[in-house]
């Protein structure tokens, strides 16, 4: 709940302090004046400045104040040099009442800078009170705990929801959002409905204020989608990354995994152990333990050449034979790294070709759609000369061959884009599976001719010499063993990882499997009914004539905002019910709130809702219809040009309204009391 008490602006010159000082009250409130530069606005565009809501009037600080603020004030004939200014705001919220200040012009002291007196605006002075200072319009000022619109969330026991940004993140529903839905701001606030609603960052911020005011279930449900979405996404980016990494590091290794699933599923204990990883057609464990036999059966070598001539003679001609076998095989998978090479450029240089035509014959459909609006004969396929049939090509007729129309040829170089497009990144694939594989060959032909090189300095060496084979065998088998473990190693760790997310994977379905199969709750339901309800008997009490039948109108169930046959209605309406439509909805969110426990804080705010020369007798069931409203504060500032006008305020009880008449100037001299 919100309830503006008094508002107070002090401008200091050097001839004394001006200003204004006024109270208002419960239910209706009017600011009138009869000239529409008396300062009558400048005094509501306090209210919002006090507040931090200025970028409903279209920006930050002082500079959507107006001069008298920052540069001179009139006093008569005299014009004062502006020395200081700020403005005063008390507000209650049914339980507390605190006094804000915040400085318009000031030496030393940043307009950023709110100070909140935890008392009425009276007694700001007394020895006692407790003053806090804060901040607005600063990063985190909604967030923490010293930033104003934090606090002034929790005052007025608002509990703001995370909602989608624009750049897919969430954030929380400023107020400033929440307000431009009741503060209708002279200048822009009567384009359209919530035209004044600064761009906050926040996706479909319309959207998410309406939910929120009628505190509708599907804001909730929206919340929980959301969530799922990211944990969707971090779940599939994680299992990605981890599928990715055992792959590179397996086939580094030249070893095969088997039984990795490449999306997020719920594994089984089965499908753990059906995890593993192969190696010259072994488990990966099997094969360690060969190397290790391998490894042992060397040791018990006695260690000189004299001992082994004839089996290192054999095992150099095996190594040279293995040499011969993977250079043979690189040589193949080089010439197929070439060839796949070639088919890849081939394939990019006719996508490019495809693309380009797709370009053409769009702007050829599109030409030839201006065409048909601009009723030209040429787009119908007939000569405009002699009103022959025509084709759009240059082909000569055959009289048995189908030409392809443009959209026929748009449709089948489409199709042919995909399957190019399904043909490179195949290809593209067999190319890494290649480039890994030449890696790996160079990397064991490289090993083995190390190998080669210790067997034939074995050979040539004398007798008595520690068998140099020996040594780098067991050293080369050491640290494949080592390589091949460590693998091991981290295969099975990932396999714990794989096994957490798809745990995380099983209740991310539980939960997306648990959301209402409906949209919208019956709760919901019943509310925008309300609302439509409400909105339409507004409509008919003000004098709504655009369209004859008002049952026409809706409320969509997608943005929650009146439309017409799925279009928003102000196309339909004149410049005049726009205007009436705008005080309808307003009220009628006000009213649904009332009456559903919404979370409309009760206070609205009309500058100059007489546009566009509204009759009197409108404004007067404007006025009455407001004033039988319960449980609200409205506060409206209106110019009295005529006595139609003037009329209209006369004719309602004088008790059921508060009228501030604000003079030639609202901002007068204050006597030495009033400062």
């Given at each position: 709940?919100?309830?503006?008490?008094?508002?107070?602006?002090?401008?200091?010159?050097?001839?004394?302090?001006?200003?204004?000082?006024?109270?208002?009250?419960?239910?209706?409130?009017?600011?009138?004046?009869?000239?529409?530069?008396?300062?009558?606005?400048?005094?509501?565009?306090?209210?919002?400045?006090?507040?931090?809501?200025?970028?409903?009037?279209?920006?930050?600080?002082?500079?959507?104040?107006?001069?008298?603020?920052?540069?001179?004030?009139?006093?008569?004939?005299?014009?004062?040099?502006?020395?200081?200014?700020?403005?005063?705001?008390?507000?209650?919220?049914?339980?507390?009442?605190?006094?804000?200040?915040?400085?318009?012009?000031?030496?030393?002291?940043?307009?950023?800078?709110?100070?909140?007196?935890?008392?009425?605006?009276?007694?700001?002075?007394?020895?006692?009170?407790?003053?806090?200072?804060?901040?607005?319009?600063?990063?985190?000022?909604?967030?923490?705990?010293?930033?104003?619109?934090?606090?002034?969330?929790?005052?007025?026991?608002?509990?703001?929801?995370?909602?989608?940004?624009?750049?897919?993140?969430?954030?929380?529903?400023?107020?400033?959002?929440?307000?431009?839905?009741?503060?209708?701001?002279?200048?822009?606030?009567?384009?359209?409905?919530?035209?004044?609603?600064?761009?906050?960052?926040?996706?479909?911020?319309?959207?998410?204020?309406?939910?929120?005011?009628?505190?509708?279930?599907?804001?909730?449900?929206?919340?929980?989608?959301?969530?799922?979405?990211?944990?969707?996404?971090?779940?599939?980016?994680?299992?990605?990354?981890?599928?990715?990494?055992?792959?590179?590091?397996?086939?580094?290794?030249?070893?095969?995994?088997?039984?990795?699933?490449?999306?997020?599923?719920?594994?089984?204990?089965?499908?753990?152990?059906?995890?593993?990883?192969?190696?010259?057609?072994?488990?990966?464990?099997?094969?360690?333990?060969?190397?290790?036999?391998?490894?042992?059966?060397?040791?018990?070598?006695?260690?000189?050449?004299?001992?082994?001539?004839?089996?290192?003679?054999?095992?150099?001609?095996?190594?040279?034979?293995?040499?011969?076998?993977?250079?043979?095989?690189?040589?193949?998978?080089?010439?197929?790294?070439?060839?796949?090479?070639?088919?890849?450029?081939?394939?990019?240089?006719?996508?490019?070709?495809?693309?380009?035509?797709?370009?053409?014959?769009?702007?050829?459909?599109?030409?030839?759609?201006?065409?048909?609006?601009?009723?030209?004969?040429?787009?119908?396929?007939?000569?405009?000369?002699?009103?022959?049939?025509?084709?759009?090509?240059?082909?000569?007729?055959?009289?048995?061959?189908?030409?392809?129309?443009?959209?026929?040829?748009?449709?089948?170089?489409?199709?042919?884009?995909?399957?190019?497009?399904?043909?490179?990144?195949?290809?593209?694939?067999?190319?890494?599976?290649?480039?890994?594989?030449?890696?790996?060959?160079?990397?064991?032909?490289?090993?083995?001719?190390?190998?080669?090189?210790?067997?034939?300095?074995d050979l040539y060496s004398i007798n008595?010499?520690?068998?140099?084979?020996?040594?780098?065998?067991?050293?080369?088998?050491?640290?494949?063993?080592?390589?091949?473990?460590?693998?091991?190693?981290?295969?099975?760790?990932?396999?714990?990882?794989?096994?957490?997310?798809?745990?995380?994977?099983?209740?991310?379905?539980?939960?997306?499997?648990?959301?209402?199969?409906?949209?919208?709750?019956?709760?919901?339901?019943?509310?925008?009914?309300?609302?439509?309800?409400?909105?339409?008997?507004?409509?008919?009490?003000?004098?709504?004539?655009?369209?004859?039948?008002?049952?026409?109108?809706?409320?969509?169930?997608?943005?929650?905002?009146?439309?017409?046959?799925?279009?928003?209605?102000?196309?339909?309406?004149?410049?005049?019910d726009n205007i009436r439509a705008i005080?309808?909805?307003?009220?009628?969110?006000l009213e649904t709130s009332n009456e559903?426990?919404?979370?409309?804080?009760?206070?609205?705010?009309?500058?100059?809702?007489?546009?566009?020369?509204?009759?009197?007798?409108?404004?007067?069931?404007?006025?009455?219809?407001?004033?039988?409203?319960?449980?609200?504060?409205?506060?409206?500032?209106?110019?009295?040009?005529?006595?139609?006008?003037?009329?209209?305020?006369?004719?309602?009880?004088?008790?059921?309204?508060?009228?501030?008449?604000?003079?030639?100037?609202?901002?007068?001299?204050?006597?030495?009391?009033?400062?």
């Open positions: 709940m919100l309830r503006i008490n008094r508002v107070k602006i002090q401008i200091n010159t050097s001839n004394g302090s001006y200003g204004y000082d006024d109270t208002l009250t419960d239910g209706l409130n009017i600011i009138a004046s009869e000239d529409n530069t008396s300062g009558k606005s400048s005094v509501i565009a306090a209210i919002y400045y006090s507040l931090g809501f200025e970028e409903i009037i279209g920006g930050k600080g002082e500079k959507v104040l107006t001069a008298v603020y920052k540069t001179a004030i009139e006093d008569g004939e005299d014009v004062w040099p502006v020395l200081e200014s700020g403005v005063y705001l008390e507000i209650h919220n049914g339980k507390e009442t605190i006094t804000i200040y915040r400085s318009a012009t000031m030496e030393g002291r940043d307009n950023r800078l709110v100070t909140v007196y935890h008392s009425e605006m009276s007694n700001i002075k007394k020895s006692g009170v407790v003053v806090e200072d804060m901040y607005v319009h600063m990063p985190n000022s909604a967030v923490n705990v010293k930033g104003f619109h934090t606090f002034l969330e929790r005052f007025l026991y608002i509990e703001l929801p995370l909602v989608p940004a624009a750049d897919d993140g969430t954030r929380k529903l400023y107020l400033q959002l929440i307000f431009a839905a009741m503060f209708i701001e002279q200048k822009n606030g009567w384009s359209n409905i919530m035209s004044g609603m600064p761009f906050l960052g926040i996706r479909e911020s319309k959207k998410r204020v309406l939910e929120f005011i009628l505190r509708l279930d599907t804001l909730e449900n929206e919340k929980k989608k959301d969530s799922l979405r990211t944990r969707d996404s971090s779940i599939k980016f994680q299992w990605d990354t981890i599928i990715k990494e055992l792959n590179i590091l397996v086939y580094r290794e030249a070893c095969n995994p088997k039984g990795l699933p490449m999306f997020p599923q719920i594994l089984s204990e089965e499908d753990l152990s059906n995890m593993f990883i192969k190696k010259d057609g072994v488990e990966i464990e099997e094969y360690i333990e060969m190397l290790q036999e391998q490894y042992n059966n060397l040791t018990v070598l006695k260690p000189k050449i004299v001992d082994n001539f004839e089996e290192i003679q054999v095992e150099l001609n095996a190594t040279e034979s293995s040499i011969q076998e993977f250079e043979r095989e690189l040589y193949r998978n080089r010439s197929l790294q070439h060839s796949e090479k070639s088919i890849i450029d081939k394939l990019t240089s006719n996508l490019e070709i495809i693309e380009t035509d797709i370009k053409n014959n769009k702007d050829a459909a599109r030409l030839r759609t201006l065409g048909s609006e601009l009723d030209l004969m040429t787009s119908k396929d007939t000569c405009p000369v002699c009103s022959q049939p025509i084709q759009d090509t240059l082909i000569p007729d055959s009289g048995y061959m189908q030409v392809m129309s443009i959209d026929e040829n748009i449709r089948h170089l489409n199709a042919q884009n995909e399957m190019l497009e399904f043909a490179q990144n195949s290809h593209k694939r067999n190319m890494e599976k290649i480039q890994e594989r030449i890696k790996q060959l160079e990397n064991s032909i490289l090993s083995l001719r190390s190998m080669a090189k210790s067997l034939r300095n008595e010499n520690i068998s140099e084979s020996i040594i780098h065998k067991k050293l080369q088998l050491d640290a494949e063993m080592n390589s091949l473990q460590r693998l091991s190693d981290f295969f099975n760790a990932q396999k714990q990882k794989l096994k957490d997310l798809s745990n995380d994977w099983k209740d991310y379905l539980k939960d997306k499997a648990d959301l209402p199969k409906k949209k919208f709750s019956d709760s919901d339901e019943e509310k925008i009914k309300i609302l439509r309800n409400h909105f339409i008997g507004s409509l008919t009490q003000f004098g709504y004539k655009s369209i004859p039948n008002l049952n026409q109108i809706d409320i969509s169930m997608d943005s929650y905002l009146p439309v017409i046959e799925g279009f928003d209605m102000k196309f339909d309406s004149s410049a005049s005080w309808s909805f307003v009220l009628s969110l559903k426990s919404g979370n409309h804080p009760g206070t609205l705010i009309f500058d100059e809702p007489a546009q566009h020369s509204i009759v009197s007798s409108d404004v007067e069931k404007f006025f009455n219809h407001i004033i039988k409203l319960k449980n609200c504060q409205v506060i409206i500032g209106m110019t009295i040009r005529d006595s139609d006008t003037r009329q209209a305020i006369n004719k309602l009880p004088s008790n059921s309204f508060n009228l501030i008449k604000v003079p030639y100037k609202a901002f007068k001299k204050f006597s030495a009391d009033s400062e």
